[in-house]
């Protein structure tokens, strides 16, 4: 029987919550399984190891990751805490890391979800979003110099290189081109950012090239937003820059019902390190503790690190476990306009798969 090791990082807020419920659906997997067992790893990383040791994760924190075979993470973010040390001190520093430089966010309209949109189908919202996660406009790269001056100066530079994107566009269009649709909208600036914008069209003609039977498109990033909102069904697959793809994804996952359902796998597709998965709501700290929190995103996520373990009928077995349970809407959580708690929602996904 093979024993996947994964390592639980609830973080801060909700994710104390919520990845102790993910656990205990795969949990409830592997007691079904004959094939497969899970052994998990626990770091209680985050805003309170911060307060405690002055760091969000040790230092030598990669190295006891390391040997897992994936990450469960839940969220950085604490109110006490400047957001750039919770995240460049925890979640960047082990995409970085590890260089996870796929960010796989998949959006669709689950059942029994009353999504926003009028007229949108849920076969006609059913996307994935292709982020650029090591570099671009979060690379790093910056600083600060004569702070508290008047001639002081802050600069944020968004590095892009071949290498980085090319890489990016042959994982999109070959996750395009397994799809139904063979569908790619490669999502752009160039017409105002005229440097590496215009490398990233570039790329994206002559990777193109490589996958003939993909028919894609370039949209720009604002235009983008709109078509996803007015023209829902003409997208399938996207690919976008650090950024850009960070805030679409979020319209993405408002437009389906709530960002408490959305996952996220950060992945090494050369699979030299272990990936990570995770919900994207963040830390939310003002329903923290209340038994609130929507686990749908987590468990989700938790669809996407079987897939990633190559256990695809557990992964299908927990999708319609999922989905058979947001078809309830007494099982909706505040997120979906229901009063569902998470404690419930957990206990009714495992009976599911039970």
């Not at 269009?173 to 490398?199: C, D, E, G, I, Y």
């Amino acid at each position: 029987m093979k024993t996947y090791k994964i390592a639980c990082i609830p973080g801060d807020g909700i994710g104390k919550e919520v990845i102790p419920a993910g656990e205990l659906v795969l949990q409830a997997l592997a007691n079904k399984s004959k094939t497969f067992q899970f052994a998990f790893s626990h770091f209680g990383w985050g805003g309170d190891w911060y307060r405690e040791h002055g760091e969000m994760m040790p230092a030598d924190g990669l190295d006891a990751l390391r040997p897992m075979d994936a990450i469960l993470f839940g969220s950085a973010g604490d109110p006490d805490i400047p957001d750039h040390i919770t995240l460049w001190g925890l979640r960047l520093k082990i995409c970085q890391g590890f260089d996870q430089y796929a960010n796989v966010r998949p959006t669709r309209i689950l059942p029994g979800i009353d999504a926003p949109l009028k007229r949108c189908t849920p076969k006609d919202l059913d996307w994935v979003i292709v982020r650029e996660n090591s570099e671009g406009e979060y690379a790093g790269v910056g600083g600060r110099a004569h702070q508290g001056h008047p001639i002081e100066v802050a600069t944020d530079v968004s590095m892009m290189t071949r290498a980085g994107v090319e890489r990016i566009m042959r994982y999109a269009f070959k996750l395009a081109q397994s799809r139904p649709r063979k569908l790619l909208t490669v999502v752009t600036k160039s017409n105002a950012q005229r440097h590496a914008m215009v490398m990233w069209d570039e790329i994206a003609v002559q990777i193109s090239k490589e996958f003939p039977d993909v028919k894609w498109d370039k949209e720009l990033v604002d235009a983008a937003t709109a078509r996803m909102v007015n023209r829902p069904a003409t997208l399938d697959t996207l690919v976008a820059t650090n950024l850009h793809a960070d805030i679409l994804s979020d319209l993405a996952a408002a437009l389906a019902g709530s960002l408490g359902i959305a996952p996220t796998g950060n992945i090494d597709p050369e699979r030299r390190y272990p990936s990570m998965f995770e919900p994207i709501h963040g830390s939310a700290f003002d329903i923290m503790g209340k038994g609130l929190a929507n686990p749908v995103g987590t468990f989700w996520s938790c669809v996407m690190l079987l897939e990633h373990l190559g256990e695809k009928e557990a992964a299908n077995a927990l999708m319609a476990a999922i989905e058979k349970v947001t078809g309830n809407p007494a099982l909706h959580t505040g997120d979906l306009g229901g009063n569902a708690t998470t404690d419930q929602v957990t206990k009714a996904v495992c009976a599911e798969l039970s």
